[in-house]
C-alpha cells in the first residue's frame, strides 16, 4: 500500500490554471473509476471537492474539474482565487474496501 | 446541522493503548459507512480503517492491521477507534469521516469529516 504519487507543491497566478496529478497502478487508480480529491487548510476538517473521478459534490465551485487517463488522475483548478490555496489530496478505492490517498500537494496562488 | 466530533485524543507511551470516540449528530448514523483517516505532523493524510453500517464488515490499513479496531454503537451515535500496542509512528491528528453511500458505498470516497483529535505516542 504505497501512497499515490503527487507533486509536492504546485503554484499559478490569481486567474490562472493549475493541474495536480496523482499517479498510482493498476490496482487502485487506473483498475477504478473511484478517484476523490480533498482540499485542506490546515487546522481544518478536510473537504471533498472530486468524487467518482469528476463529480463535483453541491457547493463546490466549476472551476474545480477532475478527470482520469490510465493509472493518473488529475485535478485543475482554473480561475485560481487565493482561498484556493491549500494542500490537495488525491484518494483511490484500492479493492477490498481500502483506500489510498497520495501523498498531498501544498497549491500557493501567487 | 451534520457534524462529526472526535474525542479521546492523548499522550501515551509506546505500546500502550488509546480510545478514540467520534460522535455524530444531524444524520441518521446507522445508515452510512464510516472511516477514520490520520495525518502524522508534517505528512499527508492516511487511510487507517472503515466500518459498514452494522458494525459487522471492517478493513484496515496494514500499518494498523491486527493493532487498531474500528466499531460503532449506533444507538448512541457513535465511532469508535481502539487502538492497541501503539508505536511513535502512530503520532498524528485523527479525523472521523463519513462516506455518503445509504448503506453501501457508491463511490468510496468521505463527503463529512471532524476537525480531527491529536494522539502522541512518546516515552
Known amino acids: 500500500q504505497s501512497a499515490l504519487t503527487q507533486p509536492r507543491s504546485v503554484s499559478g497566478s490569481l486567474g490562472q490554471s493549475v493541474t495536480i496529478s496523482c499517479t498510482g497502478t493498476?490496482?487502485?487508480?487506473?483498475?477504478?473509476?473511484?478517484v476523490s480529491w480533498y482540499q485542506h487548510h490546515p487546522g481544518k476538517a478536510p473537504k471533498v471537492m472530486i468524487y467518482a473521478v469528476s463529480k463535483r459534490p453541491s457547493g463546490v465551485p466549476d472551476r474545480f474539474s477532475g478527470s482520469k487517463s490510465g493509472n493518473t488522475a488529475s485535478l485543475t483548478i482554473s480561475g485560481l482565487q487565493t482561498e484556493d490555496e491549500a494542500d490537495y489530496y488525491c484518494c483511490s478505492y484500492a479493492g477490498s474496501y481500502t483506500l489510498l490517498f497520495g501523498g498531498g500537494t501544498n497549491l500557493t496562488v501567487l | 446541522e451534520v457534524q462529526v466530533v472526535e474525542s479521546g485524543g492523548g499522550s501515551v507511551q509506546p505500546g500502550g493503548s488509546l480510545r478514540l470516540s467520534c460522535e455524530v449528530s444531524?444524520?441518521?448514523?446507522?445508515?452510512?459507512?464510516m472511516h477514520w483517516v490520520r495525518q502524522a505532523p508534517g505528512k499527508g493524510l492516511e487511510w487507517v480503517s472503515r466500518?459498514?453500517?452494522?458494525?459487522?464488515?471492517?478493513s484496515y490499513a496494514d500499518s494498523v492491521k491486527g493493532r487498531f479496531t474500528i466499531s460503532r454503537d449506533n444507538a448512541k451515535n457513535t465511532l469508535y477507534l481502539q487502538m492497541n500496542s501503539l508505536r511513535a509512528e502512530d503520532t498524528a491528528t485523527y479525523y472521523c469521516?463519513?462516506?455518503?453511500?445509504?448503506?453501501?458505498?457508491?463511490?468510496?470516497?468521505?463527503?463529512?469529516w471532524g476537525k480531527g483529535t491529536t494522539v502522541t505516542v512518546s516515552s
Open positions: 469521516a463519513r462516506d455518503p453511500g445509504i448503506y453501501y458505498s457508491d463511490f468510496f470516497y468521505m463527503d463529512v
Open positions: 466500518l459498514n453500517t452494522d458494525g459487522s464488515d471492517t
Open positions: 444531524g444524520f441518521t448514523f446507522s445508515g452510512f459507512w
Open positions: 493498476n490496482s487502485d487508480v487506473g483498475g477504478y473509476n473511484y
